[in-house]
């Protein structure tokens, strides 16, 4: 992909993400009913890691950390080392060089999935 293709899709993910940041703030999960559902929740009644992600990115967007962390703590943990990943892959792809995603060291991964299967497991004990 040539740099100029490059650049117009990074900025346009940029734009994309900006306009969905503005929509979630101008329209709760909580009060609007055309947010996608869960398909793990509705087809096994099972919270998955991402549940309660959008209500969790919501409540953010409003200032209500409580409530981020009600919804998914882990998306809450997560967004600060997702905003560098999405910041560092911009930040590449605005370059001339070849585009290079960003990559987890490996030592991070395995603990990493490990820290999210015991979250899933955690969040669907009865009573939790």
Known sequence: MNLAIRRAVAVGTLVAGTLAAFVLYCFPPETSSFYPRCPV???????CPGCGGTRALAALLHGRLRDALHWNAMVVVALPFACVFASLAFIRAMRSKAFIWPSLPQPILVPLLLVIGIFTL??????H
């Open 41 to 47: 929740y509705l087809w096994l009644h099972l919270y």
């Open 122 to 127: 955690v969040r669907n004990l009865p009573g």
